[in-house]
């Protein structure tokens, strides 16, 4: 069974770097054709896809957030990050990794598998 799990601070301060991780269990970040992403869902709106790594290690980014966003693998640990650079209460969200045979869609359940998602407030 594959299993994905967020992790990382779960208070960030206005302006510094969200920085998250997840680990994937049962299955390899490099199988092909498997894209792996990250979706956010801020209290009280909809889900939001920001951007994902593939199984050949190319990234894909929302354009509205790619010149904060940075989306990295680590195939030894069998994990990939996500870095928000110069965050603001507004980025205060839910945040997911999810992965799938496709890359960019906003719903969780258009994927193959998806983590619980970890909470991130950012304080000002």
């Known amino acids: 069974q594959v299993q994905l799990l967020e992790s990382g601070p779960g208070l960030v301060k206005a302006s510094q770097t969200l920085s998250l991780t997840c680990t994937v269990s049962?299955?390899?970040?490099?199988?092909?054709?498997?894209?792996w992403n990250w979706i956010r869902q801020p209290p009280g709106k909809g889900p939001e896809w920001m951007g994902a790594v593939g199984y050949s290690g190319s990234t894909y980014y929302k354009p509205f957030l790619k010149s904060r966003t940075s989306i990295s693998r680590d195939t030894s640990k069998n994990q990939f990050t996500l870095q928000l650079t110069s965050v603001t209460p507004e980025d205060t969200a839910v945040y997911y990794c999810?992965?799938?045979?496709?890359?960019?869609?906003?719903?969780?359940?258009?994927?193959?598998?998806w983590g619980r998602g970890t909470q991130v407030t950012v304080s000002s």
């Open positions: 049962g299955a390899s970040i490099t199988m092909t054709y498997y894209y």
């Open positions: 999810a992965a799938g045979r496709a890359w960019g869609s906003d719903v969780l359940q258009s994927y193959d598998y």
